[in-house]
Each structure stands twice: as structure tokens, then as C-alpha cells.
């Protein structure tokens, strides 16, 4: 397994409840799909460099973890049609 890094933006409207239900639906993509994770690091709200979707400010959280390379063509394919997830970067580390 190779191990990567992905940093996602929530929408900072979200309610707490919510933005855990986010977090905990990642978490649980990952783990379902044979992966591991290291840890998740919430970074909490911060201006965005630029308004994305009307928003200037969005909920940071970076995640490690370790995970076969055809499930992060899934990963990244599920993150872009979920709601309230406006943007991800994932990366090896």
C-alpha cells in the first residue's frame, strides 16, 4: 500500500454535527475499502485565497493514510460529488 495525504474543504457553513458526519464518512470510504488511517488533522475555518462557489472561507481538515492506488481514483471521484466537500487535494507522501 502507498501512503498519501489529502486536504479537503468543508464548507464553513456546515453545522458541527455535520461537518463531523463528513469527516466520519471519509474516514469510513477509506477503512471499508482495505485503507488505514494514520490520522486526521482538523485545521479548523480559514479564509480561502480566493471565493470558491460565492464562499470566502472554508473548514480545513488534512487526513493520512495508506491505501491502494486504484481506490484513490475512487476516492477522489466520490469526494467531488459530495455535498458540501468544496475542494480536495490528494498527494503521496
Do not use: C, H
Amino acid at each position: 500500500m502507498t501512503k498519501y495525504e489529502m486536504l479537503y474543504i468543508l464548507d464553513a457553513q456546515l453545522a458541527d454535527e455535520a461537518k463531523d458526519a463528513l469527516i466520519a464518512k471519509v474516514e469510513d470510504l477509506v477503512t471499508k475499502n482495505g485503507g488505514v488511517i494514520e490520522k486526521t488533522e482538523r485545521w479548523g475555518v480559514r479564509k480561502l485565497q480566493y471565493p470558491i462557489n460565492y464562499k470566502s472561507e472554508g473548514f480545513y481538515v488534512l487526513m493520512q493514510f495508506e491505501a491502494e492506488k486504484s481506490f484513490v481514483e475512487e476516492l477522489k471521484r466520490v469526494i467531488g460529488i459530495t455535498d458540501g466537500i468544496i475542494r480536495r487535494l490528494i498527494t503521496k507522501r
